[in-house]
């Protein structure tokens, strides 16, 4: 059963900085690779970036040197490091496995990028 608790959301201003973090069940993390995902205002859900069971990181390329991800194993939790925030990178930002294994999405944390 998947379960991931999103956090670390909230309100910056253009140029600022926030850490999202992912904290997902040993099973789980131990098992999948797990990915962010970004949602505008649509029903869209954007793949941002993967960090595989292995460490191995891959990050959108238009988000490169401004986004990060990470993981603490200790913690069984994930990472993203948004620097340089702008107004479009504002939305609920989602973190799930990677390949899907269910339907399962968690709450998300919201993100306000506004002057």
């Known amino acids: 059963q998947v379960h991931l608790v999103e956090s670390g959301g909230g309100m910056a201003r253009p140029g600022g900085s926030l850490r999202l973090s992912c904290t997902a069940s040993s099973s789980i993390f131990s098992t999948y690779g797990l990915g962010w995902y970004h949602q505008g205002s649509g029903n869209y859900r954007a793949w941002i970036a993967t960090i595989t069971t292995g460490g191995i990181t891959n990050v959108m390329n238009l988000l490169e040197g401004r986004f990060t991800i990470s993981r603490d194993i200790a913690k069984n939790t994930i990472y993203l490091e948004m620097n340089n925030l702008q107004p479009e990178d504002t939305g609920v930002y989602f973190c799930?496995?990677?390949?899907?294994?269910?339907?399962?999405w968690g709450q998300g944390t919201q993100v306000t990028v506004s002057s």
């Open positions: 799930n496995t990677v390949p899907f294994i269910s339907d399962y």
